[in-house]
């Protein structure tokens, strides 16, 4: 099956800094997603993708669909102590009932 | 904007016993509709695929008669854990499609 593989894995950071995160796939995907996930919460959908080379931005948030359709990044610009979170990558494969895959998970910690 | 509300948010309950999970579309229907499950520090698990008025889609290697789901109208989909046992103590995650993915805020079961 598909494996979304994420990375970094974690990161602390601090307040006011840009966050880069990406997330690659072993097959091809026609849709990425971003979610962010609170504790004890469900995923809130941050960014959709839907095409290769698509750039979208939300607030300071910022994802790219990789040409490939094997990879996707996730950009956060001047984090907040409110980023803190799991972020993850989810993907839909043509074809595939509509299921979403996740990734990992990159869990990011801001210093304030 | 698209809600599912998820129903309980927590439960405890004694091994042998049986737990039902709801998750409701409140301004939409959702032909489709997602159960996941969430390990501590782990990402999402797709179990199954829950359409309505049909019989849900697992994925491998999730049992089919332990984890019951039912899709009976569009807007409700229901995960029956039955006989649980301690190991299926974890968080469990709808989501319904509609405008996009929409999650459910999730459901922490303990078996003890």
């Known amino acids: 099956g598909q494996q979304l593989n994420q990375s970094p894995q974690s990161m602390f950071i601090q307040e006011g800094e840009d966050v880069s995160m990406n997330c690659t796939s072993s097959s091809i995907f026609n849709t990425w997603l971003w979610y962010k996930q609170d504790p004890g919460e469900g995923p809130v959908l941050l960014i959709a993708?839907?095409?290769?080379?698509e750039l979208t931005s939300n607030g300071r948030l910022t994802a790219q669909f990789g040409t490939t359709r094997k990879d996707s990044f996730l950009n956060i610009s001047a984090s907040i102590p409110s980023d803190v979170g799991i972020y993850f990558c989810?993907?839909?494969?043509?074809?595939?009932?509509?299921?979403?895959?996740f990734g990992t998970g990159t869990k990011l910690q801001v210093i304030p | 904007g698209a809600v599912v509300s998820q129903h309980p948010s927590r439960v405890i309950c004694k091994s042998g016993t049986s737990v039902k999970i709801e998750c409701r579309s409140l301004d939409f229907q959702a032909t489709t509709m997602f159960w996941y499950r969430q390990f501590p520090k782990q990402s999402l698990m797709l179990m199954a695929t829950s359409n309505e008025g049909s019989k849900a889609t697992y994925e491998q290697g999730v049992e089919k008669d332990k984890f019951l789901i039912n899709h009976a109208s569009l807007t409700l989909s229901t995960l029956t854990v039955t006989s649980a046992h301690p190991e299926d103590s974890s968080f469990y995650i709808c989501s319904a499609l509609g405008y996009g993915y929409t999650f459910g805020s999730g459901t922490r079961l303990t078996v003890v």
């Open positions: 993708l839907y095409k290769a080379g």
């Open positions: 989810a993907g839909q494969v043509p074809g595939g009932y509509q299921k979403v895959t």
